[in-house]
Structures are given as C-alpha cells and as structure tokens.
C-alpha cells in the first residue's frame, strides 16, 4: 500500500475531515477542516468519499515525498504546487510516481491550502473521526518529519475532471454575513452599528480555534457574567477585555462570554481563509 | 423557555434552570428532532447544533412543543465513586467563602450527591451540581495557567474533575486517581450528563 513520507510540515500541517459529529454532549467538539468547502473540493477532485481525510496545510510550508505511486489534488489557498521542482496546477489531478517529492509554498492570498490523496490519509479514527482537534487535544498527533502516513484504499469511482476552476480563495478584504444573535441583547445599539458600520482585522493571534480580531470596542449593555453556553462554528464571542474571538473549527463547546453575532454557515469557508492581516466587514444577513 | 438563533447553525434554549435543561437533554435522547447533530446542555441552555441546510425556524418550532416534565430531571441508574485526596491549594480558601472550615467542606462534599448536569470546557469534563446547596464559590479572580489532571475543583454550584492538565480558575479543593477521560473506553467519558456522582476521602 502507498504511503506518503512527511519531509517538512511548515508552520502548522494537521490530518482533517468532515469532523465528529454526535459527541457534544460529552465535551468533544467537531473539528473538521477549517475551510470545509476546499477539502470537500480536494476529495471530489479525486473521486474520494466526502468524509476521506486531507491535510490542512496552514501557510504552505509541506514537503511530503510518494512512497509507491500516489495521486493527489491541491485546493484551498494557492499555494505554489511543485512536483520534484516543478510546478504543479492546484484544483487538478495530479500523478506522483514513487519517490516524488511535493512540496507547497506559502500562498500569496488565503491560509489554509488542502492536500488530498485518492483513498484518503487512513489514519486511525478517534471517536469517528480522523480530524484533529488542537483545543481538546485529540485525534491523530501532528504529522512531523519522518511520519509516514498511510494512504487507504482507492474508491472504485475515477475522477471525472482534470481540472476544476474555483473562485479565488483569499482577499485583503472580505464580507462575512452574520445575523444578530444570540446574545445581542448584551451588547448596546452603538455597538450592534459599530459591528456593520467599522472594519475588523484578524490578528496573529488566531489559530483553528478562532480567528482573533483587532477593531473598534463592542460595548456591553449589561455587566455581570454569562452562565457558560452551547457555542457553534462562526459565533463572535465578545469577552470583557480582550479581542472578540471568531470561532472556527476547533472552538471550545461551551464558552461563558456574550455571542454578538453568528456568521451564516456558507460564509464559514471565507472566514477559514482569513490570514492575519485581513479585514473583515460584517453584513446583516436576512 | 425562550428560543435564540445562532444564524443558520444553531438554536439555543434558554430555559429557567439546571433542572429545566436535564428535562430538555433527556426529551432530546428520547425523541431527536430531524436535522439536529448535537445537543450541548449547559447551565442555563440546551443547544441544539443543526446540520446543513436545516431550517432553524421549524427546530425552534418543534422545541418549543416539547414539555418540561418536572419527573424526569436527574433520574439515573449509574452511580460512581470517586476517591478524593482533599488536599487542593485553595481548600482554605473555599473553606473560608462558605464559613466553614477545611475539615467541614471535606464532610460535607463526601455526604452530598452529585449528578453530571453536562459536559463541556473539555473532553470529559462534568459539571457536577449537588444536593448540598452549601456549595456555591465564585471563580478564582485570577486563572491558574496550568491546573493538574485529576484536580476536582469547584466553581459556582459545580464540581469539576480536569480529565487533563489544562488551564483553570477553578477553586482546587483537591485530587484523584481516577482517570475520567479514556479514549480506550467506550463511552471514554465516566461523567456523562445524568451520572450520579459520590465522592469519598481517599485513604
């Protein structure tokens, strides 16, 4: 069976899938790919199942090198792609042979880039998923030079495009829509119009947990302290002091401070992508 | 009981207590509702977590619908004990905000029954509530960066067990052996929403 031999990670490589779903109530987040629309565009690319896992590679950076024939895809932000020094197209099929190397560079726009592979990174499921999780610290260990990953079978399905065009990924600037709630009553109408009428900025400070953001103040309405509550993917969490956090795939499952806003689940791939420095403005969205 | 949207992702109920939410967890096992993946009680509120392309509008429907019986709340089969050494930093502490003293809190802790309301801040970890209602401390003003596997700790009307070492601000009344969080299990978690809980002093 094929393998694929890790050389280099770069800033930050980690094995995901579609996530883990059904065990909340115990504590354990989803997880999943931060940009869930670019990996489910890796695996169709190569016929895989939905659920197959990738490699989220966070700023380019990954070497791997084919142990036996492999074919992958690259989706996400683009990375330059090179085959053995190469380049390679991303959103594309492409053949390594044993002993290719290759290797991502960092993207000029975008964070998160998907490395696919037909069959799937076939390491060991935990609790149903092979998603690693960095908050609670569970699923497979970060993949690190030397690791070999295993490649699971291939599916029966062949891939039907060579090639797939996508919208850009990554911008300077980018519109989330979010609608108010649930806890907007915590916060003052100057800050429900601060939220739409001012920019925010994502800070180096964000990780798959959230994306931290740097902007105007979003004054309370209220003092006192929020008894902790259920948290869901995209909620803007406003802490006392501090910057408001935008959570992404690894959020905690409960959190005890005011959610202002939710973003609306098709702009959740847009928020993945956010590097630090990006603006972001927020939309009402009906 | 008051129903927030979370966008096109979640719907949060708020209910009026603790007891309110184990009667909505428990009516949510029994009787899923389509389109909901998870279901996160907390202390106040349920969560209901939907799956793509779920109208929230029809779930926040189809919850309100649902009736609170009073019966239902904390009832259970499993009971665990778990040996404790009550030897936490801030067991004077705790000692002192309840007007007690150390030996006291460590008698009135192991006497009282407590029961898994739900789970969160981490994998494993229960938010125990007690029958004992003696048992209510504030957070500590300041996090500790580092709060040691198997601390059990309390904050608010809770005790907590941390499965792992992690950061935590709250009061370390002491420490145990048993390991609360196993992925080799199955379930991995021992404090699951509706475990009663005993705790006893560790020899």
């Known amino acids: 069976m094929s393998s694929l031999e890790v050389l280099a990670t770069g800033p930050m490589s980690t094995v995901q899938d579609t996530g883990r779903f059904g065990h909340a109530a115990l504590g354990v987040g989803r997880s999943g790919a931060a940009d869930a629309c670019s990996h489910a565009l890796a695996n169709r690319i190569l016929a895989n199942p939905p659920e197959a896992a990738t490699l989220e590679v966070t700023l380019g950076g990954l070497r791997v090198r084919a142990r036996g024939p492999v074919?992958?895809?690259?989706?996400?932000a683009p990375t330059p792609v090179r085959i053995d020094g190469r380049g390679a197209a991303l959103n594309e099929v492409l053949h390594l042979p044993d002993g290719a190397e290759l290797s991502l560079g960092v993207p000029a726009r975008?964070?998160?880039?998907?490395?696919?592979?037909?069959?799937?990174?076939?390491?060991?499921?935990?609790?149903g998923s092979r998603s690693t999780d960095v908050l609670a610290g569970l699923g497979p260990a970060l993949p690190e030079p030397g690791d070999l990953l295993p490649i699971g079978p291939a599916p029966q399905a062949r891939p039907l495009l060579d090639h797939v065009p996508t919208a850009p990924v990554g911008a300077d600037e980018v519109c989330l829509r979010v609608r108010l709630g649930p806890r907007e009553d915590w916060f003052t109408e100057r800050a429900h119009r601060t939220l739409f009428d001012d920019l925010f900025e994502v800070t180096p400070r964000s990780d798959r947990v959230g994306a931290r953001l740097a902007g105007p103040a979003l004054e309370r309405s209220r003092e006192g302290e929020l008894p902790s509550e259920g948290m869901v993917p995209g909620s803007l969490q406003v802490p006392t002091r501090g910057e408001p956090v935008l959570f992404l795939a690894d959020h905690p499952v409960t959190g005890g401070y005011p959610v202002i806003a939710v973003v609306c689940a098709a702009d959740l791939p847009v928020a993945a992508q956010a590097r630090p420095g990006t603006r972001i403005r927020f939309v009402q969205w009906r | 009981?008051?129903?927030?949207?979370?966008?096109?992702?979640?719907?949060?109920?708020?209910?009026?207590?603790?007891?309110?939410?184990?009667?909505?967890g428990a009516a949510l096992e029994t009787a899923p509702l389509p389109g909901v993946t998870d279901v996160v009680p907390a202390a106040r509120t349920v969560l209901l977590r939907l799956s793509p392309g779920t109208?929230?509008?029809?779930?926040?429907?189809?919850v309100t619908r649902i009736p609170l019986a009073a019966d239902v709340t904390r009832r259970t089969?499993?009971?665990v004990t778990i040996p404790v050494h009550y030897d936490g930093e801030d067991l004077a502490d705790i000692a002192e905000l309840l007007g007690s003293s150390p030996r006291e809190v460590v008698r009135a802790h192991t006497a009282a029954t407590w029961t898994v309301a739900f789970c969160g801040f981490a994998p494993g970890f229960g938010y125990m509530v007690g029958d004992d209602p003696r048992f209510r401390v504030p957070r500590r003003a300041e996090a500790r960066t580092?709060?040691?596997k198997g601390s059990v700790a309390l904050a608010g009307e809770f005790t907590g067990l941390y499965p792992r070492s992690s950061p935590g601000?709250?009061?370390?009344?002491?420490?145990?052996?048993v390991v609360s969080w196993d992925l080799e299990r199955?379930?991995?978690?021992?404090?699951?929403?509706?475990?009663?809980?005993?705790?006893?002093?560790?020899a």
């Open chain 1, 71 to 76: 074919t992958v895809a690259v989706t996400g």
């Open chain 1, 110 to 127: 975008g964070l998160r880039s998907y490395l696919a592979v037909r069959g799937g990174i076939d390491v060991p499921p935990v609790l």
């Open chain 2, 1 to 24: 009981m008051r129903v927030l949207n979370c966008a096109d992702t979640g719907v949060l109920v708020e209910v009026a207590d603790l007891d309110q939410v184990i009667a909505l």
């Open chain 2, 55 to 62: 109208d929230p509008a029809g779930v926040a429907a189809a």
């Open chain 2, 77 to 79: 089969g499993e009971t």
């Open chain 2, 146 to 148: 580092r709060v040691p």
């Open chain 2, 169 to 177: 601000g709250w009061q370390l009344l002491g420490h145990t052996d």
């Open chain 2, 186 to 202: 199955d379930p991995p978690g021992l404090l699951r929403p509706g475990v009663r809980v005993r705790f006893e002093e560790a």
